[in-house]
């Protein structure tokens, strides 16, 4: 078993990574790269992305994040597509509002810890805990070896317990641990807040609110959606979502998640969104939650008590709606997003509008002192840090260089090296005598 880090290797982002064994392929995730366009991005030089070809088996989604599956726009349609079933739905339900949302055609569904076995392959799903819902790392393994590759996680989310199940029970005899690193070098990756600690957070802002409190979060971020609903149980508020999130949170097919039906869940249909349910005839889904609707005019009578998604979009009807006065915005999205144009934008209306600007939020992934826990448990020959922006300090905590983005390592490289290493001091045996 051999494997490419096509790409992602020394980025944040954009992962693709080839697996080959006795002439079949495997990929594991086809990221679309962080600030790329799909249109000027290329599918990495993969045989069978795009021309039919056998050898390629099919690809492993590690989870619904577009730096993960991005690219599979570009994919031909019948190649198999091993994703969580909760993710693809997920990805589903967002083609209707969005373009990076995709519908796949060929699909083999992950479960946690259930090995599925296509050509060479045994890839074995481990369901982690990560900011996008149904997220899993998996274990490849072929001829005897094997490789397990992280996806991205954490371990202070809403599914903790996961990490902590996989540093009590992890897989055997790992050759090759291929490790998301993407908080290595950032300053605050120390002190990173759980998403409990952050509905603390939410419960003081809602409290101290004096009008409506505006949240701008990913609906897709299901453990931050949860976090806001509690902090909004515990402070008397409803939660107004847009159609779209209303959708996602339906799509995860978990009943324990609040959605449609839940007391003090509203959602709210934005005129963009309104749009995309007439262009794409989804008339259904609007009308599924066409019971728990709130409407435009009846947002200023409601402010007080009312916490609401917010989209950028929404400014302009926000605005007519005369419901902003005393208003709160709080930001729950990665903060270096404010120093980009939009960001920047976004500001100068809070100002002009009076809303204040408050930070909420927490890393999806793993701080570096948990990478380092996962490392211990699994104690695989060889760790390889990817997803990250730092590839020097990644070989410096895990004794590891980055492999090259043409470059084909074998797995197991350790021994394989060890083997020679023995044969050649037995030559120098047999020579000496
Ligand atoms: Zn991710």
Avoid at 121 to 141: C, G, K, N, Q, R
Avoid at 345 to 353: A, C, D, G, I, S
């Amino acid at each position: 078993m051999r494997f490419c880090i096509h790409r992602g290797a020394k980025e944040i982002g954009g992962n693709c990574v080839e697996i080959e064994s006795q002439g079949k392929r495997l990929v594991l995730d086809i990221g679309l790269p962080l600030d790329a366009e799909l249109e000027d991005t290329p599918l990495p030089s993969i045989k069978g992305l795009a021309e039919a070809d056998p050898s390629l088996l099919g690809i492993v989604i590690s989870h619904p994040h577009q730096d993960h599956y991005g690219l599979a726009h570009k994919v031909r349609a019948e190649v198999p597509i091993l994703i969580g079933p909760a993710a693809q739905r997920i990805l589903e339900v967002a083609s209707i509002f969005t373009p990076g949302g995709i519908s796949f055609q060929n699909i083999i569904p992950l479960q946690d810890r259930a090995p599925i076995a296509i050509g060479p392959f045994t890839i074995t799903p481990y369901l982690m805990d990560h900011s996008a819902y149904d997220s899993y790392a998996v274990l490849v393994e072929a001829e005897g070896n094997r490789l397990f590759y992280s996806g991205d996680f954490r371990a202070h989310g809403r599914k903790g317990k996961l990490f902590r199940k996989l540093l009590r029970d992890p897989p055997k005899g790992v050759d090759v641990l291929l490790m998301e690193g993407t908080n290595l070098g950032r300053e605050d990756a120390q002190a990173i807040q759980s998403e409990d600690d952050l509905e603390k957070e939410f419960i003081r802002h809602f409290k101290a609110a004096k009008g409506l409190v505006l949240v701008y979060a990913s609906g897709q971020n299901i453990d931050r959606l949860v976090t806001i609903f509690r902090a909004c149980l515990r402070t008397g508020k409803q939660f107004i979502v847009d159609m779209y999130t209303a959708a996602v949170l339906e799509a995860t097919g978990n009943a324990n998640i609040p959605q449609h039906g839940f007391k003090n869940l509203r959602v709210y249909l934005p005129s963009r969104q309104k749009w995309k349910i007439i262009e794409t005839r989804s008339f259904d889904l609007a009308k599924r939650h066409r019971s728990c609707r709130i409407f435009p005019e009846e947002l200023a009578d409601e402010a007080l008590r009312s916490v609401m998604l917010f989209r950028p979009s929404m400014r302009g009807e926000l605005a007519k709606a005369k419901c902003l006065a005393d208003a709160t915005l709080i930001y729950s999205l990665w903060r270096g997003y404010l120093d980009r144009q939009d960001g920047q934008r976004l500001q100068e209306w809070l100002m002009q509008q009076g809303i204040i600007l408050v930070q909420c939020h927490t890393s999806g992934h793993a701080a570096v002192k948990e990478l380092k826990k996962l490392g211990d448990a699994m104690s695989p020959k060889d760790t390889i840090v990817i997803h990250t922006a730092v590839p020097v300090l990644a070989a410096e905590q895990f004794g590891c260089s980055t492999p090259g983005s043409t470059e084909w390592v074998q797995v197991p490289k350790y021994r394989r090296v060890r083997a020679w290493a023995r044969q050649s001091r037995n030559i120098g045996k047999r020579d000496s005598g």
